[in-house]
């Protein structure tokens, strides 16, 4: 059962690493190759930076939890084994991840359903927007008759 656990926590850690990082990658490619895009970090740099910075904190987490798992094996008379830390590291960057996961999904799905009245995300600042501009181009329309009088 054991290695079923290690298996399957290898598989989504990498998966969902692997598959984030590929599709950025693709669209960077299919961003370069549809318009010619020759400045790659300049438009795609919060992402690369985002990438870069995932993956370095990974490796910090999984060095730093490598150092206390060993330090806590060693403490009770025991060798680190590495398939022991592979089960505690997928642990804590599982809970890590499913709580970003879970105030993300709660975000996207509170702000689709709730109004914060001038938000970014709230459809009213949209509306304003548009009251905005119709006024404006109503004034510019009259403006444009008023000086093609008869």
Do not use: C
């Not at 987490?61 to 150092?67: E, G, H, R, T």
């Not at 830390?85 to 509170?110: G, I, K, R």
């Amino acid at each position: 059962m054991e290695t079923f656990a290690i298996l399957v926590s290898a598989v989504v850690l990498v998966g969902v690493a692997g598959y984030l990082l590929t599709t950025m990658i693709r669209h960077i490619q299919t961003e370069k190759r549809s318009s010619r895009l020759r400045k790659v970090w300049s438009n795609f740099g919060l992402s690369m930076v985002l990438a870069i910075l995932f993956l370095v904190t990974w490796a910090a987490q999984a060095i730093v939890q490598w150092q206390a798992y060993a330090n806590e094996a060693r403490t009770h008379g025991g060798s680190p084994v590495f398939s022991e830390y592979w089960v505690d590291f997928s642990q804590a960057t599982l809970e890590n991840w499913q709580s970003e996961f879970l105030q993300l999904f709660s975000f996207v799905v509170l702000a689709a359903m709730l109004i914060h009245r001038g938000s970014a995300e709230s459809k009213d600042s949209d509306e304003r927007m548009e009251a905005a501009l119709q006024r404006i181009e109503k004034k510019l329309d009259d403006r444009s008759y008023a000086g093609k009088g008869p």
